[in-house]
Each structure stands twice: as C-alpha cells, then as structure tokens.
C-alpha cells in the first residue's frame, strides 16, 4: 500500500517539475499573441488561463472529497482500533494528492503538446 501511494505522490510531483518548461515553451507564444494588432486575446492566452481555472476547480474538489472520504471514516476506524486517517496525517496527504493530479495531468499534456510544435 505504502509503494503505491509514494508512486502516486512522486508521479504528481514529477509532473509539476515539469511546469517551469511549460512557461518557457510558452513565453514565445504569448509574447507573440500580444504584439499582434487585433487587440483580441489569443488562443493560447485563454487557454492558459481557462485550463489553470479547470484545474484549480478541480483539484479543490478533489482535496475536498478526500477529505469528506476520510471524515467519514473517521467512527469506523475508532471502532476497529485504527488511528483514523484525520488524525494520522494520512488524509491531509490523500488530499494533497488528489488537488494536485489534475493540475499535474495538465502539465504534462501541455508539455507533450508544446514539445511537438
């Protein structure tokens, strides 16, 4: 059980190691958005900015399910003799990870978009 959590918390950071290229890749497409004449926002622009909202809508509501999750099974886990996941520091980890798999799946389909182009 402990293998696969810290394999899916090391995927989630690798994943977010991986933003500081995307803005690099980036950069160019914005600045080139914003030296046009069209006065309009670009593509790329919205994009950015419409994904980052998803993501962050996202993972809120992740943290926020895990969490629920594991209140839940708060009773439970006293009644079986478990330290409950509230007070272990199991959940607070769970729900870090959930905020950050949807933020991190955007990353990494942003890095393997802007790589090809």
């Known amino acids: 059980?402990?293998?696969?959590?810290a394999r899916r918390s090391a995927t989630a950071y690798a994943n977010l190691m991986?933003?500081?290229?995307?803005?690099?890749m980036r950069m160019p497409l914005l600045a080139a958005e914003a030296g046009r004449?069209?006065?309009g926002v670009g593509a790329e622009t919205?994009?950015?900015?419409s994904e980052k909202a998803a993501a962050l809508a996202e993972?809120?509501?992740?943290?926020?399910?895990s969490l629920f999750?594991?209140?839940m099974s708060f009773w439970p886990e006293v009644a079986s003799g478990?330290?409950?996941?509230?007070?272990s520091g199991k959940a607070a980890e769970r729900s870090l990870d959930a905020a950050l798999k949807p933020i991190g799946q955007r990353v990494r389909a942003n890095?393997?978009?802007l790589s090809k182009g």
């Open 59 to 65: 993972g809120a509501a992740a943290a926020q399910m």
């Open 1 to 5: 059980m402990k293998t696969r959590t």
């Open 18 to 24: 991986l933003a500081p290229a995307v803005v690099m």
């Open 82 to 87: 478990r330290v409950p996941a509230l007070l």
């Open 69 to 71: 999750g594991a209140a």
């Open 46 to 49: 919205m994009r950015a900015v």
């Open 37 to 39: 004449s069209s006065g």
């Open 111 to 113: 890095h393997r978009r």
